[in-house]
């Protein structure tokens, strides 16, 4: 079962090595997308590619979404953030707003936050009572088994830093006046509540870890590494997906 104590908060790449290889995975995961998409190989479409990112506020979800996507043609891609619920979303089931966001195949969406604000900030800041938090534990699981049954690839990020670094990571958003608008109210008050989070952290994990679609934790502290084992994690789901769905990825030499 994954857990945060597990994570090796230690490991890096140097700025120079994790650019060279992320743009390898770069390429091979445009080969991919491009494949899925039946613009090279046999022109079938592959697999709808689902990619989710989790984890507490700067640790470096927008900077890892943004080198997952950069290399790919943005027509191909779509890129899906979620807030708190409108007051229209609130009147229907918590899952009932991500579905739209939901790729077919030979699509690819990425969710900057999803359905796990369920039991994560709606669990702690009191706005999903106690017996609707534990209900959506196996709602959740039972919603991401069925989009995998129907062929969905989904790759299920969190990203993790230390109480420190987050910390260093603020004040530094705060001297910056043009990342100041990054950091809110609601991310300072996240943090006096760490220890809160941690514990929903936990019960989520141990929950929600299944089969179909794993929780890939990730060694946040640097940035270089994180970026890289987000891309090479997103690389080798999807090698695996288009296997099971019946197609031999392609290789490299021969897409380009």
């Known amino acids: ?38 613009l090279i190989g046999d022109g079938s479409l592959g697999p709808p590619l689902c990619v989710m990112f989790e984890g507490w506020d700067a640790a470096g979800k927008g900077g890892a979404i943004r ?3 950069s290399a790919l043609d943005p027509r191909h891609v779509r890129v899906s953030e979620f807030g708190a619920p409108s007051e229209i979303e609130k009147r229907h089931h918590f899952l009932w707003r991500f579905w739209p966001s939901i790729p077919g195949w030979g699509g690819m969406t990425v969710f900057d936050r999803s359905w796990y604000g369920r039991v994560l900030v709606e669990r702690v800041e009191g706005f999903a009572s ?16 069925a989009l995998c049954n129907e062929g969905v690839v989904l790759v299920k990020f969190w990203l993790h830093v230390s109480e420190k ?5 603020f004040r530094a958003r705060d001297r910056d006046p043009l990342k100041r608008w990054k950091l809110t109210g609601d991310d300072w008050r996240n943090f006096s ?20 679609a794993p929780w890939r934790l990730i060694a946040a502290e640097n940035k270089p590494y994180a970026r890289v084992a987000v891309l090479r994690a997103v690389v ?10 019946g197609h031999e990825p392609v290789e490299l030499e021969a897409a380009l």
Do not use: N
Not at 10 to 19: A, I, M, P
Not at 130 to 145: G, H, L, S, T
Not at 165 to 169: A, K, N, P, T, V
Not at 236 to 245: F, I
């Open 1 to 38: 079962m994954a857990a945060l104590d597990d994570v090796d908060l230690s490991l890096k790449l140097s700025g120079q090595e994790g650019r060279k290889q992320l743009h390898d995975a770069q390429q091979r995961l445009l080969a991919l997308r491009l494949q899925a998409g039946g």
């Open 67 to 69: 080198r997952l996507t």
């Open 130 to 145: 106690e017996p609707e938090w534990r209900r959506a534990y196996k709602e959740i699981v039972d919603f991401e088994c």
């Open 165 to 169: 670094e987050q910390l260093h990571r």
């Open 193 to 212: 509540k760490r220890s809160e989070y941690e514990r929903a952290i936990a019960d989520m994990l141990r929950e929600t870890d299944h089969d179909a």
């Open 236 to 245: 080798e789901a999807y090698e695996q997906g288009l296997r099971d769905s």
